[in-house]
């Protein structure tokens, strides 16, 4: 079952792990991200943002439905 999930005026310079996706082994990652926030976005492979990561521009960045996340840290 696919699901959206927004944050709402996440924190600057802090590593928020999206709900519901810490666990790798419990879960599939988040995909199709969007950044409507003024702030760069960093989206990270992993939890706590580690792993490979790739950052989405401000202001309606996005990427498609291959890249995968589980964390992000806006600027």
């Not at 409507?36 to 790739?54: I, L, R």
């Not at 996005?62 to 964390?71: E, G, V, W």
Request: net charge negative; hydrophobic share 30%; proline share 11%.
């Amino acid at each position: 079952m696919r699901q959206a999930v927004a944050l709402l005026d996440p924190p600057s310079r802090e590593c928020v792990t999206l709900p519901g996706l810490a666990g790798p082994e419990t879960s599939d990652p988040a995909d199709t991200p969007w950044n409507n926030t003024g702030s760069t976005a960093t989206v990270f492979t992993g939890p706590d943002c580690d792993g490979d990561h790739y950052t989405l521009r401000p202001d309606r960045g996005h990427a498609s439905s291959r890249l995968k996340l589980r964390s992000v840290v806006f600027s």
